[in-house]
């Protein structure tokens, strides 16, 4: 059977992922008057004199809401919300499987970014942390910046942080094996969304030296300035982006003689020729799925010394799934009020430092998605952030 196939026959079979499964048994009035009626009232009393008390006698300690709207499902574009659940599902086994966080998906039905607002700010009683997921840009940068600040609890746009966590943590293992200075380095970004634009971001905060940028609209510079949305005038403002000197508007024309590229945008964009142009030993990270910017077997044909993408049938998958758990896990297990920067470098540090000097080869950078130390590092470098940084509860 196909992988089509195969998955369709595993979701009808299940009725979805996920089940609710009580942590408590219930044979008998006794087990009843405890879990339940008269018992459960004084969990609330002591709730109610302490709100505080919610994360010990209830399930908010350790609950993440998946939440979307399904206006930007993987590479499936705006399905909506019932078409995400599979999707929404997938995130919260991942969660519970990996970090032992329980989670529930709630898929909107509005794409409305103050009902969105709205929505996750009403479920905060119930809710440890928030991840949002599959939200088109830049309305996701919008929705999350204003739920940071307006909620008490941590709220983490996985499309934009996870895969530029694992991207950073990517290029601080490329610096230790190929023994680079990454402000030394210049990297070319393909796509400039949810996900390139934080990939930026968090290049620059290791210490890239310079980042071109390149999306649907060319080369990004500052001739286009009125043309941007605000996420991408912000980087340029703070100097995210440098603006080559020389270009035609084109990709090929930025990346002559970059040492990196770094695709988040569409498929066969990069061509052999373009690699070949490239610096000496180029980092091809080609990440657009289900087909990359440039295929593993191209790249390494064209010269490419270390090759990544988010496939899992070749070396260096650039997987959310190595940051996220583990954040969760981290966040919750300090009662954090956020996540900020000092958390997601934290989470990059960890994820990459999972991998010794003498293990570390062209086929090797980054741990792989089943590796069993990653969520444990990440979540107390995460941990160990939230108290240095004063987020924490407890």
Same mark, same amino acid.
């Given at each position: 059977?196909?992988?089509?196939?195969?998955?369709?026959?595993?979701?009808?079979?299940?009725?979805?992922?996920?089940?609710?499964?009580?942590?408590?048994?219930?044979?008998?009035?006794?087990?009843?008057?405890?879990?339940?009626?008269?018992?459960?009232?004084?969990?609330?009393?002591?709730?109610?004199?302490?709100?505080?008390?919610?994360?010990?006698?209830?399930?908010?300690?350790?609950?993440?809401?998946?939440?979307?709207?399904?206006?930007?499902?993987?590479?499936?574009?705006?399905?909506?919300?019932?078409?995400?659940?599979?999707?929404?599902?997938?995130?919260?086994?991942?969660?519970?499987?990996?970090?032992?966080?329980?989670?529930?998906?709630?898929?909107?039905?509005?794409?409305?970014?103050?009902?969105?607002?709205?929505?996750?700010?009403?479920?905060?009683?119930?809710?440890?942390?928030?991840?949002?997921?599959?939200?088109?840009?830049?309305?996701?940068?919008?929705?999350?910046?204003?739920?940071?600040?307006?909620?008490?609890?941590?709220?983490?746009?996985?499309?934009?942080?996870?895969?530029?966590?694992?991207?950073?943590?990517?290029?601080?293992?490329?610096?230790?094996?190929?023994?680079?200075?990454?402000?030394?380095?210049?990297?070319?970004?393909?796509?400039?969304?949810?996900?390139?634009?934080?990939?930026?971001?968090?290049?620059?905060?290791?210490?890239?030296?310079?980042?071109?940028?390149?999306?649907?609209?060319?080369?990004?510079?500052?001739?286009?300035?009125?043309?941007?949305?605000?996420?991408?005038?912000?980087?340029?403002?703070?100097?995210?982006?440098?603006?080559?000197?020389?270009?035609?508007?084109?990709?090929?024309?930025?990346?002559?003689?970059?040492?990196?590229?770094?695709?988040?945008?569409?498929?066969?964009?990069?061509?052999?020729?373009?690699?070949?142009?490239?610096?000496?030993?180029?980092?091809?990270?080609?990440?657009?799925?289900?087909?990359?910017?440039?295929?593993?077997?191209?790249?390494?044909?064209?010269?490419?010394?270390?090759?990544?993408?988010?496939?899992?049938?070749?070396?260096?998958?650039?997987?959310?799934?190595? !940051? +996220?758990?583990?954040?969760?896990?981290? =966040?919750? /297990?300090?009662?954090?009020? %956020?996540?900020?920067? #000092?958390? $997601?470098?934290?989470?990059?540090?960890?994820?990459?430092?999972?991998?010794?000097?003498?293990?570390?080869?062209?086929?090797?950078?980054?741990?792989? !998605? +089943?590796?069993?130390?990653?969520?444990? =590092?990440? /979540?107390?470098?995460?941990? %160990?952030?939230?108290? #240095?940084? $004063?987020?924490?509860?407890?």
């Amino acid at each position: 059977m196909s992988i089509k196939e195969d998955a369709l026959a595993l979701h009808k079979e299940y009725k979805g992922k996920l089940e609710i499964k009580s942590k408590v048994k219930i044979e008998d009035m006794h087990d009843l008057s405890l879990a339940y009626t008269p018992g459960v009232a004084y969990a609330c009393k002591e709730i109610e004199a302490d709100i505080n008390n919610a994360y010990v006698y209830t399930s908010k300690a350790n609950m993440v809401a998946v939440i979307t709207d399904g206006s930007a499902v993987l590479g499936l574009g705006n399905i909506g919300p019932h078409a995400a659940i599979p999707v929404m599902e997938g995130k919260s086994i991942l969660l519970k499987e990996l970090a032992g966080v329980d989670s529930i998906p709630l898929c909107l039905a509005t794409q409305d970014v103050e009902e969105i607002i709205k929505t996750c700010k009403i479920l905060e009683p119930t809710l440890g942390a928030i991840n949002l997921e599959d939200i088109s840009a830049p309305r996701c940068v919008t929705i999350e910046r204003r739920l940071i600040e307006e909620m008490n609890i941590p709220v983490f746009h996985d499309d934009q942080h996870g895969t530029s966590i694992i991207v950073a943590a990517a290029f601080i293992n490329i610096a230790r094996f190929t023994k680079r200075k990454l402000s030394d380095m210049t990297v070319v970004l393909s796509g400039t969304g949810a996900a390139g634009s934080m990939v930026a971001k968090m290049l620059k905060n290791i210490g890239i030296g310079k980042i071109y940028a390149y999306n649907v609209n060319g080369v990004v510079d500052k001739s286009k300035y009125d043309s941007y949305n605000f996420l991408i005038k912000e980087l340029i403002d703070t100097n995210v982006f440098d603006t080559p000197i020389n270009h035609d508007n084109t990709l090929a024309s930025i990346m002559k003689g970059a040492d990196a590229f770094v695709g988040v945008s569409a498929a066969n964009l990069v061509s052999k020729e373009m690699v070949k142009s490239m610096n000496d030993n180029p980092i091809i990270f080609a990440m657009a799925n289900p087909t990359p910017e440039i295929s593993y077997t191209d790249a390494k044909d064209a010269g490419a010394y270390i090759v990544g993408s988010g496939r899992s049938d070749y070396p260096n998958q650039i997987n959310n799934v190595l !940051a +996220f758990p583990g954040i969760f896990k981290g =966040a919750l /297990s300090v009662r954090a009020s %956020k996540i900020n920067e #000092e958390m $997601k470098l934290a989470a990059a540090y960890a994820i990459a430092n999972i991998i010794s000097d003498d293990e570390l080869s062209t086929d090797y950078i980054v741990p792989t !998605a +089943f590796d069993k130390r990653v969520v444990k =590092a990440v /979540s107390e470098a995460v941990a %160990k952030a939230a108290i #240095e940084t $004063k987020v924490n509860k407890i």
